[in-house]
């Protein structure tokens, strides 16, 4: 008997000049693209995946409420008590080892989301990683990306770095991705790598008639600010998207194209919105990536992707 498929990343270039489909046009298109994808075995294991992550991530969900704020773990010097893996990325690049990482959560969830990233990335040489929690259903986008501010400054307040990596999940992403084109977040952020966020925006926004909500559909008045120029933005971009993330309607809203940002999408087949964050092919995509980028965001390892193309 064959082993079940699992979600993988499918390596094909998008183009990054892809032409913008009216909003009314791509709404028409959902419906038919998902009752061909349900049938996928891919999707289906996927779907499967999804379940049992659903389950688990509920489980641990009132953990993330009482740990606390952030965790880190001081840098070790002696190389001899580490394991290969985490002793390669210190040796390799010490600054890339010391970068802080911030994580930001998506609605309706907490830190608890990311419990299996974090774990990843420590034990991959990362020796700061935090996370924060914000109440979700109780603000807006604008409002958390001023909190998201202040929290990216007691981080570098408190471990001494200018600027950091910050890896939000849904609405994590575009909070993120707010603070850094329009709150001059791009000073801060060195790298911002995004999971199923709705970039453009999602039709399962108007399921809840919320105010947040409605900042996260399709041509919203955020979104289209989202889309202004953003000249001179510092910042480089990773967006993970999948074409069975139910919670993305149409799914590929959660590829970043802006013409002022150099962003690198990444394209996953069979993969569910809770499952993002807990991929080991994400962790270790996520994992190279900011192991080998530089100052200005370029690679500087022969044979590693540059971030300018799609994937």
């Excluded at 952030?70 to 890339?96: D, I, K, T």
């Excluded at 959560?105 to 990843?120: A, C, D, E, K, Y």
């Excluded at 700061?128 to 986008?141: E, I, S």
């Amino acid at each position: 008997m064959a082993p079940p498929t699992r979600p993988t990343a499918v390596h094909h270039a998008e183009g990054p000049a892809a032409t913008r489909v009216p909003v009314t046009r791509r709404a028409r298109t959902v419906v038919p693209t998902a009752a061909v994808t349900v049938l996928d075995p891919a999707v289906l294991a996927g779907a499967a995946v999804e379940a049992a992550w659903l389950a688990a991530h509920l489980a641990t969900w009132p953990l993330g409420l009482v740990t606390g704020r952030r965790r880190s773990s001081s840098p070790a010097y002696r190389l001899e008590n580490l394991p290969p893996v985490q002793r390669g990325l210190l040796v390799s690049n010490v600054e890339a080892a010391g970068t802080p990482i911030l994580l930001v959560h998506g609605i309706v969830s907490n830190r608890s989301i990311f419990t299996l990233l974090r774990r990843g990335l420590t034990r991959r040489g990362f020796s700061k990683v935090f996370a924060m929690n914000y109440l979700t259903l109780a603000t807006d986008v604008r409002t958390a990306a001023a909190r998201l501010s202040v929290e990216v400054e007691r981080v570098v307040e408190e471990t001494g770095f200018e600027r950091i990596h910050i890896i939000g999940h849904s609405l994590g992403g575009l909070i993120a991705r707010y603070y850094v084109t329009r709150l001059g977040g791009d000073v801060r952020v060195h790298t911002l790598v995004t999971l199923g966020t709705p970039h453009d925006g999602t039709y399962a926004a108007y399921a809840v008639p919320t105010r947040l909500m409605q900042q996260m559909r399709p041509g919203s008045g955020l979104i289209r600010e989202l889309a202004r120029p953003v000249r001179g933005c510092r910042t480089r971009f990773i967006s993970y998207w999948s074409d069975s993330d139910a919670a993305i309607l149409p799914q590929g809203s959660a590829a970043l194209r802006h013409p002022d940002l150099r962003a690198r999408n990444v394209r996953l087949h069979g993969a569910g919105h809770l499952t993002l964050p807990m991929m080991g092919e994400v962790v270790h995509g996520i994992s190279h990536a900011l192991a080998h980028l530089d100052a200005d965001g370029t690679t500087v390892t022969s044979g590693v992707t540059p971030l300018a193309r799609d994937e």
